[in-house]
């Protein structure tokens, strides 16, 4: 992961362009939509007078008995009013449905519920029936209070993940060119290939021949390819690998070190990909980045039945007190809201709640192992400059410089650190993560 020192200086991967479909959209969803609804279908002023001239009507015929004047306001009142009961029940209807049916599925359900309001309003008349209006509204309710609450929440959510995410983009690219890229290592090899053997595509000698599927595997988030080139240093040139990261200036530097790669621009969270294509995705040292249940969507939708899905942390291992001193200072000055995990994956295992959130994969597996070969570094300074590429210390100068200050000062005074003299060594594990796509039940 890379630092920022100041991520306003970073070059901007965001083009922020006011195209003419996003001005149409804009006006469209401003005063197409919510302003028309806002007041003339709630407040249903307009036909006000029709509406009750027609209750006056069928409460007649059905009770022989005309209605009175507060009797009217009564029931004009509830006809008003059940809308905003039947938003009420639509709100509490978003979660179960969006995770049982998806995004798009939970919209074309809630049309259903419009559907059966404007079939109870059109055929009120020729049924003579107030009562199927007031009903209809409570329908139409439901379908708004949905959709309104959906809107905002996931509007919410996604804005919130696009500044983690731009944020995250932006000190990565930042940093990429210069300190992360020499100083973060690759990968352990066993560690990958272990990996590979659990997604099925070690062993598999027809794998590369296989016509089923275009890409063998997919690496998200593949950032400047450290993983990536492992990967195909592993299966082999005939492999077909494909690479996705949002961040285009990465990805060129993972074109120029890994030659024959596809790659693709982009979040995880929407793969422009076709359904059924990859045999296996991994995502490597990033999912930290992409922990959210309509990224791990995309990945089950690009997936072959049967294809798996694999995630690799490489750890520096808290057992060591040259780590675990690094970290603590890192807890401290991490930036607010930081989720634990970006220190600590095999601590905090909270990133791995989204599987949870919907039925798209088998049970999670899990494999620990240590690196064949462990770093040994020269220095304090040197252990201060990796571990300042974490993106949780991705700050303001001046806090990124008090970090490493403290940093410095606590290594330098921790004997179990000194102990090892020239010898700093920052021992690695490789946590490794694989599940199968599960193809029913999404
Ligand atoms: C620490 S780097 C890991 C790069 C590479 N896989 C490796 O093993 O070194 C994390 C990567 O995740 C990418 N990333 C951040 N948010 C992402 C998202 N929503 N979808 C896919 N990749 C994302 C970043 O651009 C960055 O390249």
New binding site residues.
Partial sequence: ??GKSDAADGPDQTTERLTFMLAISAFMAAFGTSFQYGYSSSVVDQPANIIKEFYNQSYSSFYSAPLTESSITVLWATTVSVMCLGGLLGSFLVVPLTERFGRKGALLISNVFSLIGAILFGFSKMANSYHMVIIGRIFVGVQHGKENFKNKTEDGIMSMKEEI?KD??RE?WKTTNDVYEKV?PS?DRAGVQYLLRQLGVLDNDLCDQDPSFTYTVL?????????TSVIKDILGKDARLAA????AG?LEQLKAAVPGVDTFVG???SIPLPDNSVKAVIS???FH??ANVT?LREVNRVLVPGGRFGILFSVDDEASPLVHTVFEVIRKYKYPGCPEYFINTLQDTSWQACFGEAPLFSPLQEHVMPWEKQDILPDIESVVQLFMTF?ATARETEVREECAESMRKLLAANPAVEQNGGHLEVPRLSALYWCTKNTADK
């Fill in positions: 992961m890379g995410h995250a983009a990565m973060r990968h690496d998200v988030g593949a950032g400047t390819g450290k993983c996705l990261d949002p961040v990465m979040p995880c969270e490597s040292q990033s980045f992409i990224a993106s």
